[in-house]
Structures are given as structure tokens and as C-alpha cells.
Nanobody, 124 residues
Framework: QVQLVESGGGLEQAGGSLRLSCAASGLPFNNYVMSWFRQAPGKGREFVAAISWNGGSTMYANSVKGRSTISRDNAENAVYLQMNSLKPEDTAVYLC?????????????????WGQGTQVTVSS
């Protein structure tokens, strides 16, 4: 059974930082592109970042580019999202997703597995 479990969310002030983690189990982690998405109240799901199977390439949404870094540890079956210079508009549930493949892309609804999410709230 595949599980993606996010952690690291919380309440942070604008300008602060958070590091989100996603622990994966039940899948050959090296074979999967890992991504982060987010969903704010009343809005649709939004792509945030993706990382290729070996961490060699990454992709970011314009809304977080320059403020966020996605990374992975294949030995630990984990993917991370470091978010800096947080803004109130970053407030959302952040979800981890996995797509079998090689290249960092926004796979949207084509991701194979999803986590339950972790709440990030940024106060102004």
C-alpha cells in the first residue's frame, strides 16, 4: 500500500520560513517524480514544484520561484519543500504527489498517488 505522509506545516509569520517533508512508502521511490501542490480555501489545486527521479532537475511555479527549493533523499524515501519569505497568499494545504517517470513536470491530475496534505498558514 502506497502512502505519502506530509509534515512540517504550521502557522508562520509573513517573511518567515517553513520546511515541509513528505515520507513515501510502498513504492519504488527512485522510479517516481515527486511534486508539491497546494490548495487554498475556495480555490483549485495549484502546482508548486516538482523534482525528477534523481533530483537532477526541478520545476517551480512562478508564484514560488526564487523563494522555494524542492529536494529529495532517495535513501530516505523523502521529498522536501523549503519555503522562504513566506507570504499570506502561501496559506494553503500543501500536498505531496508521486508520478512514475523521470522528468520534473506539472503532471496535474495524472499523478499516481497523493498525500493527505499539511496545513500552512501565513499571518500578515
Amino acid at each position: 500500500q502506497v502512502q505519502l505522509v506530509e509534515s512540517g506545516g504550521g502557522l508562520e509569520q509573513a517573511g518567515g520560513s517553513l520546511r515541509l517533508s513528505c515520507a513515501a512508502s510502498g513504492l519504488p521511490f527512485n522510479n517516481y517524480v515527486m511534486s508539491w501542490f497546494r490548495q487554498a480555501p475556495g480555490k483549485g489545486r495549484e502546482f508548486v514544484a516538482a523534482i525528477s527521479w534523481n533530483g537532477g532537475s526541478t520545476m517551480y511555479a512562478n508564484s514560488v520561484k526564487g523563494r522555494s527549493t524542492i529536494s529529495r533523499d532517495n535513501a530516505e524515501n523523502a521529498v522536501y519543500l523549503q519555503m522562504n519569505s513566506l507570504k499570506p497568499e502561501d496559506t494553503a494545504v500543501y500536498l505531496c504527489a508521486a508520478k512514475r517517470g523521470l522528468f520534473a513536470r506539472d503532471y496535474g491530475d495524472k499523478n499516481d498517488y497523493w498525500g493527505q496534505g499539511t496545513q500552512v498558514t501565513v499571518s500578515s
